[in-house]
């Protein structure tokens, strides 16, 4: 086609390309997967809670502190690009702390220490391992025991059929401590995910370190927790 402009005729070439070839092209661009595969089928708008015979009762602060706790999360907002792939995490912590006496008995009352956060996850393939590399970090939280910007470094893999999701500390975090107090702590966590018998369960423990907050030097307190969710295999509305 040819067009009259300000400085003489200029021909215009129109390349027609159909809208199935585009969408195709467009889709060899984005980041895949087993990974992302996994999540997409069994995660993916999905809300977990605390499996129905599992104890909610926890040991705080080396054992000064007792807690009642239970917990839902709900995986949403996934996002896929060529270099990889996001989503968020929310949330919704129920949450009574005790402080124990020499007995290990409670002192009454408990503080209610419920909370809300929203996590927001990133991941992509490092070129010189093949393996997912990311980082988590809190976008909303309405308690300072989730940090506004707090930010792990992750790993994220296949381990047979189970996903498995390694973060590694970074900074620290105030946990709760006796008397209505917080210490600067920071936990290691992996991550399980496996189906089985038409749920997927959320298994992950923790290992617990006390942070130098000048040096950011991490101490083990040979703490541990473990808990574990699940959901049934039908997605959230």
């Known amino acids: 086609m040819k067009t009259q402009t300000l400085f003489g005729t200029m021909t215009v070439l129109f390349l027609m390309i ?27 708008d999905r809300e977990f809670g605390l499996v129905p015979d599992a104890s909610g009762i926890r040991q705080l602060d080396g054992g000064k502190v007792e807690s009642d706790f239970d917990r839902k999360i709900r995986y949403a907002n996934l996002a896929v690009t060529p270099g990889g792939f996001t989503f968020n995490a929310l949330f919704t912590i129920k949450q009574t702390n005790y402080d124990l ?10 503080r209610v220490v419920d909370s809300t956060f929203v996590s927001k996850y990133l991941f992509g393939r490092s070129e010189s391992s093949g393996k997912l ?44 401590a006796a008397g209505g107090k ?22 992950s423990v923790s290992d617990v370190f006390e942070v130098n907050t000048e040096t950011l030097e991490m101490t083990p ?5 473990k808990t574990m969710d699940f959901t049934e295999l039908v997605r959230v509305k």
Do not use: W
């Open 18 to 44: 159909s809208p199935a070839l585009a969408q195709e092209k467009a889709a060899d661009l984005l980041f895949s997967g087993p990974e992302l595969d996994f999540f997409c089928k069994y995660m993916l």
């Open 101 to 110: 006496d020499a007995n290990g008995k409670r002192i009454l009352p408990g």
């Open 182 to 203: 917080r210490t600067a702590k920071t936990a290691k966590t992996r991550t399980e995910f496996a189906v089985k018998d038409g749920k997927i369960f959320r298994t």
């Open 221 to 225: 307190t040979g703490e541990q927790s």
């Open 133 to 176: 590399i990311g980082h988590v970090e809190v976008l909303y939280s309405d308690s300072s025991n989730a940090n506004l910007g707090m930010a792990n470094n992750m790993l994220l893999f296949m381990e047979g059929e189970k996903l498995v999701e390694v973060r590694i500390p970074g900074g620290y975090s105030d946990f709760y």
